[in-house]
Antibody
């Protein structure tokens, strides 16, 4: 059974940083490009970032470009999202996904 | 960026009804389109990939069709457990989701 387990969410002040992790198991992690997708409370799904299978290529949504960085460590079967300069509008549940498989999400609340 | 539109934004249908949702892309996405179901408080679940392929374990009442810029998603006989929000996603380019269609039982 494929498992993607996110961690690292929490409550943070605007302007601060947070790092999300996503641990994969029962999953050929290094065969898949991996994504972060977020969902603000009561809103739809928003794609955030993708990293290629070997980590050499990354792309970020305009809304987070320059503030968030996606990365992966294939030796640890783990995906990361470094989030800097957080804004109130970054408040959301953050999911890691291969798009076929999804984690359960981790909640990030940015509030003063 | 490729923009996705979905219609309707919500619908209410009776058990056993046939339900159809459409998704339009602002540019040609060929067949790189998925459909997801999301229930409240849960992660999205993949139902259809590459526009028309039903994912493993997904009931056969779910189907998808289309290519290019116009896609349809159909539930052939709506069941109570099908309530939730349905999203299309294009991945021909950087991924973009449609705004979602909320499905309720009448």
């Amino acid at each position: 059974q494929v498992q993607l387990v996110e961690s690292g969410g929490g409550v943070v002040r605007p302007g601060r940083s947070l790092r999300l992790s996503c641990a994969a198991s029962e999953f050929t992690f290094n065969n898949f490009a991996m994504h972060w997708v977020r969902q603000a409370p009561g809103k739809g799904l928003e794609w955030v970032a993708v990293v290629s299978t070997d980590g050499s290529k990354t792309y970020h949504a305009d809304s987070v470009k320059g503030r968030f960085t996606i990365s992966r460590d294939n030796s640890k079967n783990t995906l990361y999202l470094q989030m800097n300069s957080l804004r109130v509008e970054d408040t959301a549940v953050y999911y890691c996904a291969s798009l076929g498989h999804w984690g359960q999400g981790t909640l990030v609340i940015v509030s003063s | 960026d490729i923009q996705m539109t979905q219609s309707p934004s919500s619908l209410s249908a009776s058990v056993g009804d046939r339900v159809t949702i459409t998704c339009q892309a602002s540019h040609d996405v060929r067949k790189f389109l998925n459909w997801f179901q999301q229930k409240p408080g849960k992660a999205p679940k993949l139902l259809i990939y590459d526009a028309s392929n039903v994912d493993t374990g997904v009931p056969s009442r779910f189907s998808g069709s289309g290519s290019g810029t116009y896609f349809t998603f159909t539930i052939n006989s709506l069941q109570p457990e099908d309530i939730g929000t349905y999203y299309c996603l294009q991945y021909e380019n950087l991924p973009t989701f449609g705004p979602g269609t909320k499905v309720a039982i009448k």
